[in-house]
């Protein structure tokens, strides 16, 4: 059985245990919120997104769960930046052509905002300017992914959210929660089991760290 995490990381959270970077001021890590050992990241989430973190502590779930390879979907809850248009969406469900290349079709519908949890700092707010959610499915990883579609087709996203990973959701974590799971992972003959590339640190339990 392999331990998995479903994290609600909170705006601004590096997803990562340590802060690399040479700034003056430090970043919140994961090591703010999640204390238990020998679990790594499966992906990645960016520090101005909001949302569902999986980790685990088994190589090979890592490697299904975060390889572009395994097509895994990932659905996102997106405030963009104006009324957005048919013409955008179908531009998004057809593929958008990012300076690295075309990114896969998309799933993608207009949603009503949702009941989330206030953003802090929240998201500037302009009366003269509406905004627009939509629930976007991704079947691939490229950096900041969303966030580029949405500003290609001439809507930038204000608020990144994601929700889903394969089956896995947000649902019943508060910004800064974990739920930790007993997974089986079946075995994979073909594939030997890849170690994780580092190492930080009971079943089905929620926790808040405060």
Do not use: C
């Not at 990973?165 to 649902?171: A, E, H, K, R, S």
């Amino acid at each position: 059985m392999a331990t998995l995490i479903l994290f609600n990381k909170p705006f601004r959270v590096m997803s990562q245990f340590t802060d690399s970077g040479n700034g003056k001021t430090a970043r919140a890590t994961l090591a703010d919120w999640i204390d238990i050992p020998h679990v790594y990241p499966a992906g990645r989430l960016d520090f101005d997104s909001e949302g569902l973190l999986l980790l685990t502590d088994d190589g090979g779930l890592q490697h299904r769960i975060a390889s572009p390879r395994q097509k895994m979907p990932k659905t996102y809850w997106a405030q963009v930046e104006g009324d957005i248009t048919d013409e955008a969406l179908d531009r998004l469900r057809a593929g958008v052509q990012l300076k690295d290349g075309k990114t896969r079709p998309a799933t993608v519908k207009v949603m009503p905002e949702p009941p989330l949890w206030p953003r802090v700092p929240p998201v500037r707010h302009r009366e003269s300017v509406p905004t627009s959610w939509i629930e976007l499915t991704i079947t691939e990883g490229k950096n900041r992914q969303v966030r580029r579609m949405t500003a290609a087709v001439g809507f930038p996203t204000l608020r990144l959210i994601r929700y889903r990973i394969g089956d896995w959701t947000l649902d019943n974590l508060a910004p800064g929660q974990y739920q930790e799971l007993a997974v089986h992972v079946p075995a994979a003959p073909t594939q030997p089991k890849r170690p994780l590339k580092a190492r930080r640190g009971s079943s089905n339990k929620t926790r808040r760290r405060n």
